[in-house]
Every structure is written in C-alpha cells, then in structure tokens.
C-alpha cells in the first residue's frame, strides 16, 4: 500500500523547493490523527467535496440565472473549470497538486446566489450588523456552517487552506484581514488559483456572452486579446460554424493565457531566488501573474465584458430581480427566523 508516509517522502523528492509540502502544513485547529493514506490536502479536498456547500455550487449562477439554460455556467462548473486549470498550472511548476485542487474547490464556497448581485443586497441589508463579504463568509461555512463532524465545528481544514480563502484576491475580490498575516503572501498553490479564477471566468464569459447573443464576432474583434485569437484559429481551421470557431477561440485564449502566466511566474522565482515555500510567503507582492503585455490586454477584455455583458440590460434586468429576491427574502427571514431551515 502506498502510504501517506510514502507520499511524504514523494513531495520532498519531487515537488519544487518553493512548493508548499503536506509536512510543512501550519495544521488545523482541532487536532486529529493523520490518514494512514491520505495526505493533509488530500483529506481537505476531500471533504469540501462531500460538504453540503459545495454541492449547493451548482444552484448558485455566475452571470446567468438557471433557468436561461442549461448551457450556461454555475459556481460548480465555474469551480471545476478553476480546478482543472490550477492543476495544469501547478504540474507544469511542480507545486503541490493536492493543495491547489483543495484551494479551488473551496475558493467560491462563500458566494451568495445570483452572483454578485445577490452579494451587493447582502451588504447593504447588512451594513449595521458587520456587513458582508463572500471571502469571510467562506471562511464562516467551513469554520462553523458545515456541521458533519462529532469532534469539531466545520470542517477543520488545514491553515494552507484556509488562508487561501481568506486571502483570496482577483480583480472582483478582496482579501481580509482576521487571523491571517496580510504582510505575508499566500502559498503559491494559492496564487496560482487567484490567477485560474481569472483566466476561467474570462474565457466562460465569453463564451456565454456570445452564445446568449449578448456580444456578436464583430464586437469582440474589436478587443486585441480575441481579435489576435480569432486570427491564430482562422490561419488554422477553415470553413468553421460559429459555434465552431467560438470553441476554438476560447480554447486559445485559455492555452495563451495559462502559458504566459506559467513562464511568467517560472521567471519570476527565478528573479526571486525563491529556495523555500517560506521565501514565497515573505515576498512583498505575488509570484503568480501575467507578463506586462498580456495584462494590458486582459485589463481591457475585462472592461469590454463589463460593458458589454455584465452590463447588458438582459443581465442587469436578471440583477434587478436577484436584487429583489434576496431583499424580500431577507425582510422575510428576519420578521419570522422560523421559516429558516435548520442547516
């Protein structure tokens, strides 16, 4: 039997000095006796996966609400899509694959339903009671919410873990402060999911803007980043559907970016020095990211989708309702507590 001794002993033969071991682990909160075959990350992958808010991902909407069509993306697929993309990264930089997969699974495990709109009613009905951030209250589902364990509340996740969603910070995100060292940066497993969640949710975006019709090819030719993609699958494929050369566009902009970001961050440990998970966390801005050129050119395919899908008047109507729906189910809740389940 391989043992999660035997995985140890891998990690230290095998992983990146920079990368973050499972002997390394700050551990948890509540003391428990290690797996005889699962490693520490392994164990936290493990049970966010079986947690009730993970399985409630696939109810809760990225820009779509369900019933526009079961083609568009929920925080579950979102999630796996994340996943997969942290996983490539990671292998090609040789970091701890089990911490990056347990980091992305449970980076959205905060989030309201409707996306942010259901998030911005929640701050605002909340703003005399401490407010409400989607980091935090991830932290708050597996600290306190889930309840499957005898011993402990939540679901005692490693520290590695637990920083990650705390500290997790993209272009619509911000990290928080708490138990969590600001003045140190997270473990590059978990830069590299900020950075995934980027990518991801970019390139599904775009997908579901054009197939709903809310963006045509000849908007987006107008943005450099896909107008250069399009061009690369056009030399490479003819007499493609749209919806052909849509997939394909995608699925370039996906390898162009995962790519750029995975020789970046190589440089950057090497400008670094960068000899221990330690050095990582001591650096003062993030490892992960993209060259100077391919960020100018996603900061201006974000803007595009922020005109042109996020504030398209089909999803600011959905936001509308999700805004409403969160309000009176909120004046609900608060006027008779007894109609809240009991989890």
């Not at 796996?80 to 970091?95: G, H, K, M, P, Y």
């Not at 990650?164 to 969590?180: N, Q, R």
């Not at 896909?226 to 030399?235: C, I, M, R």
């Not at 990582?280 to 050129?293: H, K, L, N, Q, T």
Request: net charge neutral.
């Amino acid at each position: 039997m391989f043992s999660r001794e035997d995985l140890e002993k891998r990690e230290e033969r095998e992983l990146a000095p920079y990368a973050m071991r499972s002997r390394q682990t700050r551990g948890r909160k509540h003391p428990e006796e290690e797996h005889p075959f699962r490693g520490v990350y392994q164990r936290d992958r493990d049970r966010v996966i079986y947690s009730t808010a993970f399985r409630r991902l696939q109810y809760k909407t990225q820009v779509f609400v369900n019933h526009e069509g079961d083609y568009y993306r929920t925080r579950l697929t979102h999630t796996l899509e994340v996943s997969q993309i942290s996983r490539t990264i990671a292998r090609s930089l040789n970091l701890n694959e089990d911490l990056v997969e347990a980091i992305a699974l449970s980076h959205d495990l905060g989030h309201t339903p409707f996306a942010h709109s259901g998030e911005e009613a929640l701050k605002k009905l909340m703003k005399d009671h401490g407010g409400f951030e989607h980091n935090r209250h991830g932290l708050r589902v597996v600290d306190l919410l889930e309840t499957r364990y005898p011993g402990f509340p939540g679901l005692n996740l490693t520290y590695e873990v637990r920083e990650a969603i705390a500290k997790h910070s993209t272009t619509y995100d911000s990290p928080l402060i708490g138990e969590f060292d600001l003045r140190q940066q997270p473990t590059l497993e978990a830069q590299i999911v900020e950075r995934a969640d980027e990518i991801a949710y970019d390139s599904h975006d775009l997908d579901d803007g054009v197939t709903a019709g809310l963006v045509s090819e000849a908007d987006l030719d107008k943005v450099a980043l896909w107008h250069y993609a399009a061009k690369k699958v056009a030399e490479r494929y003819a007499d493609l559907t749209l919806k052909e050369r849509k997939y394909q566009t995608v699925r370039f902009l996906i390898n162009m970016e995962v790519t750029d970001l995975i020789q970046r961050t190589q440089a950057n440990i090497q400008k670094k020095g960068l000899g221990s998970a330690e050095d990582v966390r001591r650096c003062p801005e993030r490892i992960a990211g993209f060259s100077a050129e391919l960020h100018e050119q996603k900061t201006a395919l974000e803007a595009f989708l922020m005109e042109n899908v996020y504030r398209h008047y089909r999803v600011a109507r959905m936001a509308n309702k999700a805004r409403h729906f969160v309000e009176r189910l909120f004046e609900a809740y608060v006027a008779n507590p007894r109609q809240l389940p009991p989890d």
